[in-house]
């Protein structure tokens, strides 16, 4: 049986989206491991129909995280009996690029995000350098690959000249469980709590909306910052956050609420060119959104209507925006129900035959 080892560097029990990934490999027949980093706040793995790992270490951030985490997962790899190694986004590919080649063992590369654009690298230029280069000495020499959306595919061919095919980060299509019990109504904020999500602005938008609590589930590099935010502006009524939420439980959440965000910033080409797994996951849940106008988004409002599309990231804009949605009865119907149907034809259950055809033609080529 062929064996693939995917790298992550994220907690493997809320990593919904290599949890699609690795269990569509595993039904089709692929010996999967999933190898992520143990964290303090890391839990007892989950039971899934794939192999699961994790490496520890002693530095939880900045530069002696990702060195640390490279050369321990590098020898990892190299100790493994192993066909495939999935490299998920740059954090993890020095590591898995090396071991490729020790082992003379075929790679693929998951760009789930365009990393060296992402704000909070593009705002420190060494670490965009640092970055920057081994991206430069990894990516071109990565055949087969696959990102989240056209706009990262583009930027991955211009430069490197690498042909990715796109496997979005769409949700599974399944039934809507029971929500999730709340004494007020809530609009929801799920995903990574980091720079650059518009998680400032949505805080300081709670300012002019009375009649719902906004509840964040996630966790992140500005988890921190964001509560003291919150108790600085005194909005400790009107906010919860949840930090990391099972996986079901969330689910349960966004069901729910009776609206989600999918926000970013403007800086850097990586959240220009985003295609979210929340924004896919509102939808699916059938409730209407609030995104950017980007042109990802713009692309799929074009087909389904499912968000109320937002030129700029600002208190006034978004809490306008979140008022039409809710007062606006008959809109926010029309989303609901485009969100419906948007799920019937945009869902895991079509993009995953892309990523298979990914493997199966990497797979042929030895």
């Not at 995280?65 to 954090?91: H, W």
């Not at 009524?237 to 949840?242: A, D, E, G, M, R």
């Not at 008959?330 to 259950?349: G, M, S, T």
Request: net charge neutral; proline share 3%; charged share 30%.
């Amino acid at each position: 049986m062929t064996k693939i080892v995917c790298t992550v560097t994220t907690d493997l029990n809320y990593d919904q989206r290599m949890k699609r990934i690795c269990t569509s490999l595993s039904t089709a027949g692929y010996d999967v491991l999933l190898v992520g980093r143990e964290r303090p706040f890391s839990e007892q793995l989950t039971k899934q129909p794939y192999k699961q790992h994790r490496l520890k270490g002693w530095f939880e951030k900045g530069f002696l995280f990702y060195a640390e985490y490279n050369i321990r997962l590098f020898f990892f790899l190299l100790s493994q009996k192993l066909d495939v190694i999935n490299t998920i986004d740059l954090d993890s590919i020095a590591a898995c690029y090396s071991a490729s080649r020790v082992k003379n063992k075929t790679i693929i590369y998951d760009a789930h995000e365009y990393f060296t654009e992402m704000e909070e690298v593009v705002e420190r230029p060494f670490v965009k350098k640092v970055w920057t280069r081994i991206e430069k000495w990894t990516v071109p020499k990565i055949k087969f690959g696959y990102t989240v959306s056209r706009g990262y595919a583009r930027l991955f061919k211009e430069k490197y000249g690498v042909d990715y095919q796109i496997v979005r980060n769409v949700s599974e299509r399944k039934p809507d469980p029971d929500p999730i019990q709340n004494d007020r109504p809530y609009i929801l904020y799920q995903g990574a709590v980091n720079v650059g999500r518009g998680l400032k602005e949505l805080i300081l938008a709670m300012h002019q909306i009375n009649d719902h609590e906004l509840i964040i589930c996630g966790l992140g590099n500005a988890y921190d910052e964001m509560r003291e935010l919150v108790k600085n502006e005194k909005l400790d009524s009107k906010i919860t956050f949840k930090g990391y939420v099972d996986p079901d439980e969330l689910k349960r959440f966004t069901v729910g609420a009776k609206l989600g965000f999918t926000l970013f910033s403007n800086a850097g080409l990586s959240n220009q060119h985003s295609l979210a797994n929340r924004f896919f996951d509102y939808y699916h849940s059938g409730i209407p959104q609030i995104a950017m106008k980007y042109p990802e988004y713009e692309n799929f409002n074009r087909e389904f209507e499912v968000a109320k599309l937002i030129d700029s990231l600002d208190p006034e804009t978004l809490a306008s925006a979140i008022k039409e949605v809710l007062e606006n009865e008959q809109y926010r119907q029309q989303l609901i129900e485009n969100a419906k149907k948007a799920r019937e034809v945009h869902n895991w259950q079509k993009d995953e035959k892309t990523l298979l055809e990914v493997y199966e033609r990497a797979l042929s080529a030895r």
